[in-house]
């Protein structure tokens, strides 16, 4: 497995990491624990060393998950966790709202490190911005943290670019975690720019458009009634019938190249900046190492250009998240 660093921070991790999201929540059911603990294992023996997880998926499962599967191997692993939501710690009940108070931070890291089973947390995100918080006192609660000993870098997710500027003066951000791939390309405009002349990594979450770019999704396909993709907007039907169009594109760059649409995904995005780590998840082993096969795929500069020139051509449908969960992004 090849290696990335995040930004200037010196964090290395393996060049695909593993979302471990939709293990626990999400996707509809969780997964068998057992079975997710190897499968969790498995990635690390094929070379993954960076894994993510939140108190929110769950909440709380993911992370216990994640900890018990992780500690044997802990020295050898990257483990990337979040706070911000108001979740209460000791029933996991949430009110649907944003809380990054600093005594609310803390209370989070501590008890995110007993589910984890570990000391420190290495990537430590802000999962959502609060904006009833200035996010210098939401940077200084981390850095409070960090000379603890509890947490060894700060994260943000789904944050503008302005709030990024001004966190990042209090305490250098290491990463910055946004959903990301040819099915959503915002953070082209702005971000990454931003991001490049900061110093700070990318991990892209959703880096295979929620699963539709792996062309096994079509109008057709029905999900369990808890997958959150029944309220997004892309995954109407009518959206996913208009949108064909960009799995198609992926496909016939696939056959040519003699490997997946997956791998075509993944492997346009390893190939947008040496410091975009993507995050991928599954819960099948198969899958696991044919998203891990990506780091091999070599997208010469003829391949992106058509791809580029292809897609920016589509007009995809559909807003990539309800709009109550819009309204949380990009603050």
Known sequence: ?????????????????????????????????GEMIRLIRTAHDLGVTHFDTAEAYG???????????????RDKVVI???????????????????????????????????????????????????????????AGAVKEL?????????????????????????QPITAV????????????????????????????????????????????????????????????PEARKANMVLVELVKAVAERKGVTPAQVALGWLLAQKPWIVPIPGTTKLHRLEENLGAVNVELTEHDLQQIDEASSKLKLEGARLPEAALKMTGR
């Not at 909440?59 to 500690?71: D, H, S, W």
């Not at 947390?121 to 210098?136: A, K, S």
């Not at 603890?148 to 709030?163: C, W």
Request: aromatic share 8%.
């Open 1 to 33: 497995m090849k290696k990335r660093t995040l930004g200037k921070s010196g964090l290395e991790v393996s060049a695909l990491g593993l979302g471990c999201m939709g293990m626990s929540s999400g996707y509809g059911p969780a997964a068998d624990k």
């Open 59 to 73: 909440p709380f499962a993911n992370e216990e998950l994640v900890g018990e599967a992780l500690q044997p191997i």
């Open 80 to 138: 990337a966790t979040k706070f911000g939501f108001d979740i209460d710690l000791t029933t996991g009940k949430r009110s649907g709202g944003t809380n990054s108070k600093p005594e609310h931070i803390k209370r989070v890291a501590d008890a995110s490190l007993k589910r984890l089973r570990t000391g420190h947390i290495d990537l430590f995100y802000q999962h959502r911005v609060d904006p009833e918080v200035p996010i210098e006192d939401v």
């Open 146 to 170: 960090m000379a603890e000993g509890k947490v060894k870098h700060f994260g943000m997710s789904e944050a503008g670019v302005q709030t990024i500027r001004r966190a990042h003066a209090v």
């Open 177 to 236: 975690q946004s959903e990301y791939s040819l099915f959503w390309r915002g953070p082209e405009v702005e971000l990454l720019p931003a991001l490049e002349k900061l110093g700070i990594g990318f991990v892209p979450f959703s880096p295979l458009g929620a699963g539709f770019l792996t062309g096994k999704i079509d109008e057709n396909t029905k999900f369990d009634a808890s997958d959150f993709r029944n309220i997004v907007p892309r995954f109407s």
